[in-house]
């Protein structure tokens, strides 16, 4: 007889209750859409500074193609680290399961990328469909960040303290991807 097979997408409440290879596995994910959120926010914040005469379909593009670099970036990077680590390519299930985990984490521009719809269809400004786009990208860094910091054993005034100083931090990162961008 067969055990039944765990949900890819744990429920955070359940996550004690993972091996540490699925513990492994979900942070590898949360990673991978923390990478492709501050690089989306970065081109996000840097087309809203430069919005006149932008279009929702060059916004659009130009935050498919970071998100898509992004993720193709951290695949390789994976690729290469396991080639390095183990001295040969991943085999097959172990492959699937990079290119999962990377590919998993363009959901995260999937609302900024509605909000631009929104604009081409003439519902919205850009400016809004961008602002919209920031609003959404930084709740996601909120909640990851509060997920995180919840699940530590730290006294309440410790875990806000750790939430104000990776908000500090996410801040930091944020500014060095826009002077980049500048």
Same mark, same amino acid.
């Given at each position: 007889?067969?055990?039944?097979?765990?949900?890819?997408?744990?429920?955070?409440?359940?996550?004690?209750?993972?091996?540490?290879?699925?513990?492994?596995?979900?942070?590898?994910?949360?990673?991978?859409?923390?990478?492709?959120?501050?690089?989306?926010?970065?081109?996000?914040?840097?087309?809203?500074?430069?919005?006149?005469?932008?279009?929702?379909?060059?916004?659009?593009?130009?935050?498919?193609?970071?998100?898509?670099?992004?993720?193709?970036?951290?695949?390789?990077?994976?690729?290469?680290?396991?080639?390095?680590?183990?001295?040969?390519?991943?085999?097959?299930?172990?492959?699937?399961?990079?290119?999962?985990?990377?590919?998993?984490?363009?959901?995260?521009?999937?609302?900024?990328?509605?909000?631009?719809?929104? =604009?081409? $269809?003439?519902?919205?400004?850009?400016?809004? #469909? *961008?602002? @919209? %786009? +920031?609003?959404? &990208?930084?709740?996601?860094?909120?909640?990851?960040?509060?997920?995180?910091?919840?699940?530590?054993?730290?006294?309440?005034? =410790?875990? $806000?303290?750790?939430?104000?100083?990776?908000? #500090? *931090?996410? @801040? %930091? +990162?944020?500014? &060095?991807?826009?002077?980049?961008?500048?």
């Amino acid at each position: 007889m067969s055990q039944p097979r765990r949900p890819s997408h744990p429920d955070l409440s359940a996550l004690g209750e993972l091996t540490e290879d699925e513990k492994e596995n979900f942070a590898e994910r949360l990673r991978e859409r923390v990478y492709v959120t501050f690089a989306a926010l970065a081109v996000i914040l840097t087309l809203l500074a430069h919005a006149h005469g932008l279009t929702a379909g060059t916004a659009a593009g130009s935050l498919t193609i970071t998100a898509v670099g992004t993720v193709a970036a951290a695949w390789l990077a994976e690729l290469i680290a396991h080639l390095a680590a183990h001295g040969g390519f991943p085999d097959r299930k172990h492959l699937g399961a990079m290119t999962r985990t990377s590919g998993s984490a363009l959901v995260t521009i999937v609302f900024p990328l509605l909000a631009l719809l929104a =604009a081409g $269809i003439g519902w919205w400004e850009v400016t809004t #469909a *961008l602002r @919209v %786009g +920031v609003g959404v &990208l930084i709740g996601t860094l909120v909640v990851i960040a509060w997920l995180g910091v919840r699940r530590t054993a730290l006294p309440w005034p =410790a875990r $806000i303290l750790a939430l104000g100083m990776l908000a #500090a *931090l996410a @801040v %930091g +990162v944020v500014a &060095l991807k826009l002077l980049a961008h500048a």
